[in-house]
Nanobody
Framework: QVQLVESGGGLVQAGGSLRLSCAAS????????MGWYRQIPGEQRESVAIITNEGSTNYADSVKGRFTISIDNAKNTVYLQMNRLKPEDTAVYYC???????????????WGQGTQVTVSS
């Protein structure tokens, strides 16, 4: 069993910053990759940023230059630093992780519970 616990969402004015955290716990042998997705009601969940355990990153075009994803492999935790936030960044942000749960290559893939980010204009 692996659990993902997110924190750091909230309400912020346009131009402000927030930092999201997501910690993986339980049967985590090693992180393969982690990422952040977001979803607005009635729309599909979209990828925001992804990072591998080696630090390779991929960002949605809409957040490049404003958001930074990072990972602490020792803590099995991924962070999303969000700067210069815009009202269109308002969404529920979900953490996603692909982890190895043992040294034999067994993997687990799942989602956090989501955290609301609201950016007021």
């Amino acid at each position: 069993q692996v659990q993902l616990v997110e924190s750091g969402g909230g309400l912020v004015q346009a131009g402000g910053s927030l930092r999201l955290s997501c910690a993986a716990s339980g049967s985590v042998f090693k992180i393969k990759d982690m990422g952040w997705y977001r979803q607005i009601p009635g729309e599909q969940r979209e990828s925001v940023a992804i990072i591998t355990n080696e630090g390779s990153t991929n960002y949605a075009d809409s957040v490049k230059g404003r958001f930074t994803i990072s990972i602490d492999n020792a803590k099995n935790t991924v962070y999303l630093q969000m700067n210069r936030l815009k009202p269109e960044d308002t969404a529920v942000y979900y953490c996603n992780a692909l982890v190895w749960y043992d040294q034999h290559g067994g993997t687990w893939h799942g989602w956090g519970q989501g955290t609301q980010v609201t950016v007021s204009s």
